[in-house]
């Protein structure tokens, strides 16, 4: 699917496939009723963003309503992701999960993703955010995107 939007007179689009954000549901339900969840990894070309996998951390701290990932094994997996693509796969963002509540971002997510955001380490002023919420009957999801101060939600989307 295509995930559309413009802003700031730029016209940013997300690509990702339904197949990946199957396998996110399905790696999360796993640890239903704790939050879990990691990061994202794919393509950057101008303002086109292809989600191609995910990574999950081997350190984390998680409960009912908080999400922690450890950095310090992502960083270096990330270079060793980058390395042997030898620069196309980068960090493009987080996804974590919300069990038994709604997929819209709380404000310590918007507080983490303005720190990632703002990171020269991380190099990415405009990271994605996806949230899976995770109920008893019922799945849904929501992409983010960083946008300076403000997290936008990516709703124009595009069946592939």
């Known amino acids: 699917m295509i995930i559309e939007h413009e802003i700031d007179g730029g016209d940013f689009k997300v690509f990702i496939s339904n197949q990946l954000l199957e396998r996110l549901y399905e ?3 796993l640890y239903v009723p704790k939050e879990f969840g990691g990061i994202l990894t794919g393509i950057r070309m101008g303002d086109s963003y292809f989600i191609v996998d995910f990574e999950v951390p081997n350190q984390i701290e ?8 450890h950095i310090e094994n992502i960083n270096s997996h990330l270079a060793d ?3 042997h693509s030898e620069g196309i796969l ?6 974590h999960t919300h069990p038994n509540n ?3 971002y709380s404000p310590n997510d918007m507080k983490s993703m303005l720190e990632i955001s703002r990171d020269p380490k991380i190099r990415i002023s405009t990271p994605i955010l996806i949230i899976l919420s ?4 019922r799945h849904s999801h929501k992409l983010y995107q960083m946008h300076g ?4 939600w990516l709703n124009k989307i595009t069946a592939l």
């Open 27 to 29: 790696v999360s339900t």
């Open 149 to 152: 101060e403000r997290m936008v």
């Open 90 to 95: 980068e960090y493009l963002g987080e996804w």
């Open 62 to 69: 998680h409960s009912k309503n908080k999400f922690v990932r």
């Open 81 to 83: 992701i980058y390395a």
């Open 134 to 137: 995770l109920g008893d009957q």
């Open 102 to 104: 709604s997929a819209d």
